[in-house]
């Protein structure tokens, strides 16, 4: 089936710095991309769609500034947090509209850890 | 106004007793239902999808049906390694997705 892969799966960054998460769709190419939170034990939070080469669409309460979000190409999208904080420590997981049958497909997931 | 709710919460099952995940959903224009099972610290793997009324789709021990107005996960004689969060989810026109809060499935050896 279609594979969607993130890198880092895991990721300490300083407060302060800035860190970058990849999503990649591996046999497929995503038409949209869509880049969620989840805190422990809660469903996800969409944070932003994107597409190929446009401006991504964040949900309300999401800052653009902080939480910056390329679709450069058919099969990459990235998730730069600026500036983090401590309180940006989350899972960040992307997923990939694209395929037979427009199935959405989840990536593997990031662990960012904020110290 | 656009919900999907999941229920239960949580079930706990002993390996071997069949039962079924609900799935409703209000969002007018369905363009797919989907299903996914989520483990801890992991993103959630795809399952399903289904697109109309009275569509059914199986792999394995799960059978996934569709109504105008929800959708049943059921297990059949489940195993501990079925234990996981299942979500569904319903696209609606164009990149309108909406998630469930999920359904936290124990399955006791």
């Known amino acids: 089936g279609a594979v969607v892969s993130q890198h880092p799966s895991r990721v300490i960054c300083k407060s302060g710095t800035s860190v970058k998460i990849e999503c990649r769709s591996l046999d497929f190419q995503a038409t949209t991309m869509f880049w969620y939170r989840q805190f422990p034990k809660q469903s996800l939070m969409l944070m932003a769609t994107s597409n190929e080469g446009s401006k991504a669409t964040y949900e309300q309460g999401v800052e653009k500034d902080k939480f910056l979000i390329n679709h450069a190409s058919l099969t990459l999208s990235t998730l730069t947090v600026t500036s983090a904080h401590p309180e940006d420590s989350s899972f960040y997981i992307c997923?990939?509209?694209?395929?037979?049958?427009?199935?959405?497909?989840f990536g593997e997931g990031s662990w960012l850890t904020v110290v | 106004e656009d919900q999907v709710t999941q229920s239960p919460e949580a079930l706990r099952l002993q390996e071997g007793e069949s039962s079924s995940l609900n799935c409703s959903y209000t969002?007018?224009?369905?363009?797919?239902l989907f299903w996914y099972r989520q483990d801890p610290g992991k993103g959630p793997e795809f399952l399903f999808t289904?697109?109309?009324a009275g569509e059914e789709k199986e792999k394995e021990r799960l059978k996934a049906t569709l109504t105008k107005k929800e959708s049943f996960l059921h297990i059949t004689a489940p195993k501990p390694e079925d234990s996981a969060t299942y979500l569904c989810?319903?696209?609606?026109?164009?990149?309108?997705?909406?998630f469930g809060t999920g359904t936290s499935l124990t399955v006791i050896p």
């Open positions: 289904l697109y109309s």
């Open positions: 969002v007018s224009g369905l363009r797919g």
């Open positions: 989810a319903v696209l609606k026109g164009g990149n309108q997705f909406y």
């Open positions: 997923s990939a509209r694209g395929g037979s049958g427009n199935t959405i497909y």
